[in-house]
Structure formats: C-alpha cells, structure tokens
C-alpha cells in the first residue's frame, strides 16, 4: 500500500466487528425476553375479546357456547387459533374464559 492511500487495517476490522457483536450479545437476550413478554400480553388480550364473545353470545341464545360454537356463528373467526404464546382457551360452564398451558407429555 502506497502511504498517500487511506483504508482500514486489519486491527481496526477487528476492532469494529467486536464491537458489534458486543452489542449484538447484550441485545439478542433482551428482544428475546421481550418477545415472551408481548405474547403473553397478547394472550391476556385474546382471552379478553373471547369473554367479550362469549358475554355476547350469551344475550343473544341465552346460554353458554363452546368455542366451536363462536366459531360457528361468526362470533369468533374460523382463522382464530388461540393464545400467540401457545397456550389453549377454555370456556368454564359459568362463560369464564382462561388460558391453560399445553402441557406436553414425556
């Protein structure tokens, strides 16, 4: 290299790449434990929206439906799968709705 040209040298590259992944090991953890944290919240406000559904359901047929059933008559759309965290939706026979973990069998 002639001493008029300008670049980088090899020690500064390294320099820069650990700094990145410095940074990129602090954050990764973080956006992690965030993601967790956002689905969860999403799944407070699915169970919100279905006890919504069932609320009405209730006024309309005077009794307490299934999910299929909310399903069924558009109270609830055909795509809704449940909670983003992967956790399933009951129906109590009092029109409570909750989130229950899936369990997984060993």
């Known amino acids: 290299m002639k001493n008029n040209e300008k670049g980088f040298t090899l020690i500064e590259m ?55 059933e909310l399903k069924g008559e558009n109270y609830l759309r055909e795509e809704a799968q449940g909670c983003p965290n992967g956790d399933t939706v009951k129906i109590d026979s009092d029109g409570n709705v909750t989130a229950v973990a899936k369990t997984t069998n060993p």
């Open 14 to 68: 390294m320099i820069v790449m650990l700094v990145i992944s410095v940074l990129l090991i602090i954050t990764i953890p973080n956006v992690a434990k965030h993601n967790s944290n956002i689905n969860n919240k999403g799944c407070q406000a699915y169970v919100k929206m279905v006890q919504a559904q069932v609320q009405a359901y209730q006024m309309d047929k005077n009794k307490v439906p299934t999910l299929q």
